[in-house]
């Protein structure tokens, strides 16, 4: 499949969306609680050190989005600039980049609601104290 770079550009920017949002369910949402705080202790306990690697990855949204976007790499069979394997290779890091963007962009806005959220409790609870 043949695209002009607009759509290459297009196509970086929306896959980007599922890859951040498989990485960070898996690593952070209480869905996969149990079986990350399983990784998580094999990441510290396992003597064998690629075990502990390979348990990381799990726990680690940046490490965990390079294979989610190698398996959506391998579905899509998106390329970036090359037709060839150079264009997987660029596809992957730039896939891996866009999406830890918008993992960071995620976070940083879920911080700021919560921080809202909290200053809004303690302005209630004051105003609440003094009536």
């Given at each position: 499949?043949?695209?002009?770079?607009?759509?290459?550009?297009?196509?970086?920017?929306?896959?980007?969306?599922?890859?951040?949002?498989?990485?960070?369910?898996?690593?952070?949402?209480?869905?996969?609680?149990?079986?990350?705080?399983?990784?998580?202790?094999?990441?510290?306990?396992?003597?064998?050190?690629?075990?502990?690697?390979?348990?990381?990855?799990?726990?680690?949204?940046?490490?965990?989005?390079?294979?989610?976007?190698?398996?959506?790499?391998?579905?899509?069979?998106?390329?970036?600039?090359?037709?060839?394997w150079r264009g997987y290779l660029i596809a992957e890091?730039?896939?891996?980049?866009?999406?830890?963007?918008?993992?960071?962009?995620?976070?940083?806005?879920?911080?700021?609601?919560?921080?809202?959220?909290?200053?809004?409790?303690?302005?209630?609870?004051?105003?609440?104290?003094?009536?």
């Amino acid at each position: 499949m043949i695209m002009n770079l607009t759509t290459q550009i297009i196509w970086l920017l929306i896959l980007g969306l599922p890859i951040a949002c498989v990485a960070w369910t898996v690593t952070h949402e209480e869905i996969f609680a149990e079986p990350r705080d399983y990784c998580k202790r094999c990441s510290k306990e396992c003597n064998n050190i690629i075990k502990r690697k390979f348990f990381y990855l799990f726990t680690c949204e940046y490490c965990f989005s390079f294979y989610v976007t190698a398996l959506f790499l391998i579905i899509t069979k998106f390329h970036l600039l090359f037709d060839d394997w150079r264009g997987y290779l660029i596809a992957e890091f730039a896939l891996v980049w866009v999406a830890n963007f918008y993992m960071s962009f995620f976070l940083f806005i879920r911080s700021h609601i919560k921080k809202e959220k909290l200053a809004n409790q303690v302005v209630e609870e004051s105003l609440n104290n003094n009536s």
